[in-house]
T-cell receptor, first 114, second 114 residues
Framework: ETGVTQTPRHLVMGMTNKKSLKCEQH?????MYWYKQSAKKPLELMFV???????ENNSVPSRFSPECPNSSHLFLHLHTLQPEDSALYLC?????????????FGPGTRLTVL | GNSVTQMEGPVTLSEEAFLTINCTYT??????LFWYVQYPGEGLQLLLK?????DKGSNKGFEATYRKETTSFHLEKGSVQVSDSAVYFC?????????????FGKGTKLSVKP
């Protein structure tokens, strides 16, 4: 399944670095999402974009900055992260943003903050 | 607030055993309910879903019925295979207004032994 791709798959960064995660969906969807998956915690929704407009920011610290230039691409810009930000970051997309829409996930970026 | 509770894992079964993974939810309104599966090293894949009470979702031999009276969406399979080894996530989409944000349970790891 290559409907939603994420790059890089693995990333190691220091606390002073700036890096970006990229997500691309090839499904013609209009909504895109960022999730954080940490060990021993439920998947946490971070951001939602619907038709390129941010519709949800789930109290995410400002060191995470999303960008959605078009309906097919979603970025997560990272700066001055903390070791506790180490996690699997998952991107997803759906046709719209309604409660019945299925979200399709990418394989994730495994982030390690040293 | 809305939440999902699923049984703690890990669950270890022998091939061809019967599987049940319990999931209960708390939600206002009329959520949609989902089961997602995550194979090692991959992102989440939709396994099945149900969008209204008494609906039964099914896929690949797995089934779950949306029970509003018991606020449950238990996952079942009559005969598991080694290839079913994965982490299973129950989720709801509360869809306040038109927004369908997913709320996940903590996941249940299933290991199937030959």
């Amino acid at each position: 399944e290559t409907g939603v791709t994420q790059t890089p798959r693995h990333l190691v960064m220091g606390m002073t670095n700036k890096k970006s995660l990229k997500c691309e969906q090839h499904l013609g969807h209009n909504a895109m999402y960022w999730y954080k998956q940490s060990a021993k915690k439920p998947l946490e929704l971070m951001f939602v974009y619907n038709f390129k407009e941010q519709t949800e920011n789930n109290s995410v610290p400002s060191r995470f900055s999303p960008e959605c230039p078009n309906s097919s691409h979603l970025f997560l810009h990272l700066h001055t992260l903390q070791p506790e930000d180490s996690a699997l970051y998952l991107c997803a997309s759906s046709q719209g943003g309604s409660r019945t829409d299925t979200q399709y996930f990418g394989p994730g970026t495994r982030l390690t903050v040293l | 607030g809305n939440s999902v509770t699923q049984m703690e894992g890990p669950v270890t079964l022998s091939e061809e055993a019967f599987l049940t993974i319990n999931c209960t939810y708390t939600a206002t309104g009329y959520p949609s309910l989902f089961w997602y599966v995550q194979y090692p090293g991959e992102g989440l894949q939709l396994l099945l879903k149900a969008t209204k009470a008494d609906d039964k979702g099914s896929n690949k031999g797995f089934e779950a019925t949306y029970r509003k009276e018991t606020t449950s969406f238990h996952l079942e399979k009559g005969s598991v295979q080694v290839s079913d080894s994965a982490v299973y996530f129950c989720a709801l989409s509360d869809g306040g207004g038109s927004q369908g944000n997913l709320i996940f349970g903590k996941g249940t790891k299933l290991s199937v032994k030959p």
